[in-house]
């Protein structure tokens, strides 16, 4: 199948618990001062690389730079460093998506309130109509005095009214656009709890300004969940849940600098800052290695869950959507 993107594209005695609270403080300055000294020298030897490789030691390369070479450290220092990281760092992404999706409900509710004004003032007009067939109908009564004021009480109120409706109208108006502005803003996908289409398109344009500027290598990795899996899968909702699962443990083992996103019909993009094609073939193996130790239960049943992958440079010549295009059609 051929895709093309488009533009808009986790009881002791006193006394032996203090000795034991003692020489648990003991034990953790120690391997506390190991880890930082530790952290100390890799710090430097981060420095020490963007140095030579002649990358600005801006705070974003430095990121980048510090978990590329983390990940090339034996286990035990990784994980102890990792731990300090993991320490300090905060979920702000997490944080954003969820303020993002607070705020679509309260846009929501707000246009069935609107909408909800908009019927009563409906119904309001049609009982005014009624009202003046029926004064038509006994306009030569005796009551023809009394209709004659009552016909001045709602014109004005009519006027009033119209006026409400037309303020009611200017506001929706607003409101509708600013929804506009900011689901064209949005960075999240609310369906996988990813990055967007919009987002990865302005992070591609802006790591090819960087590309262009500093003459890094960059990948784009796409992957895909194996048609033929999720056809085994009986319910729609089920090979949903399978892919959003899949979507969910990736964006968990990626990078912090690494942008996962959902670029539509199920296909997600990872965007692999200062990643050579080797190094991102290296990144699909680990993919495959973790979906390959992950049981996958419907229905009561294992399902066997593969997926397609397509790996490239991100090259400064052509556009997002061609690269975009280009990559996806290799999926396999």
């Known amino acids: 199948m051929l895709y093309s993107i488009d533009k808009e594209g986790s009881v002791i005695a006193k006394n032996n618990r203090e000795k034991s609270v003692q020489n648990s403080r003991t034990i953790s300055l120690t391997k506390n001062d190991n880890v930082i000294k530790q952290v100390s020298t890799f710090s430097r030897q981060v420095i020490?690389?963007?140095a030579k490789e002649n990358i600005p030691a801006t705070p974003e390369n430095y990121a980048i730079y510090f978990e590329k070479l983390l990940e090339e450290k034996p286990a035990r220092q990784r994980d102890a460093i990792q731990k300090v990281v993991s320490a300090q760092h905060v979920e702000q992404h997490n944080y954003v998506a969820e303020v993002e999706n607070n705020i679509?409900?309260?846009?929501r509710q707000i246009?069935?309130?609107?909408?909800?004004?908009?019927?009563?003032?409906?119904k309001i007009?049609?009982?005014?109509?009624?009202?003046?067939?029926?004064?038509?109908?006994?306009?030569?009564?005796?009551?023809?005095?009394?209709?004659?004021?009552?016909?001045?009480s709602l014109q004005e109120t009519s006027e009033i009214l119209q006026k409400q409706q037309k303020k009611i109208k200017e506001h929706y108006s607003e409101i509708a656009e600013k929804i506009k502005f900011f689901h064209a803003n949005t960075i999240f996908d609310p369906?996988?709890?990813?990055y967007n289409r919009n987002y990865l398109f302005r992070v591609i344009e802006s790591e090819k300004k960087n590309i262009a500027t500093f003459g890094h290598e960059s990948c784009l990795l796409a992957f895909k969940v194996n048609p033929a899996a999720l056809a085994a899968i009986r319910l729609q909702r089920d090979r949903e849940l399978v892919t959003k699962n899949i979507a969910t443990m990736i964006l968990r083992r990626s990078r912090r600098s690494d942008i996962v996103a959902?670029?539509?019909n199920d296909?997600?993009?990872i965007l692999l800052k200062h990643t050579t094609l080797p190094q991102a073939e290296r990144v699909i193996d680990s993919i495959d290695q973790m979906i390959g130790y992950t049981n996958f239960i419907i229905e009561s049943q294992n399902i066997e869950i593969s997926l397609e992958y397509a790996s490239a440079r991100i090259v400064t010549h052509r556009t997002r959507e061609q690269m975009?295009?280009?990559?996806?059609n290799q999926l396999h």
């Open 48 to 50: 020490d690389q963007l």
């Open 104 to 107: 679509k409900e309260s846009f």
């Open 111 to 122: 246009k069935v309130i609107l909408e909800t004004v908009s019927g009563m003032y409906n």
């Open 125 to 152: 007009n049609r009982l005014t109509t009624l009202t003046r067939q029926k004064q038509e109908e006994i306009a030569n009564g005796a009551g023809k005095v009394a209709l004659i004021s009552y016909e001045e």
């Open 191 to 194: 369906k996988y709890n990813v």
């Open 262 to 264: 959902h670029l539509g």
């Open 267 to 269: 296909i997600f993009i």
């Open 324 to 328: 975009l295009s280009e990559l996806i």
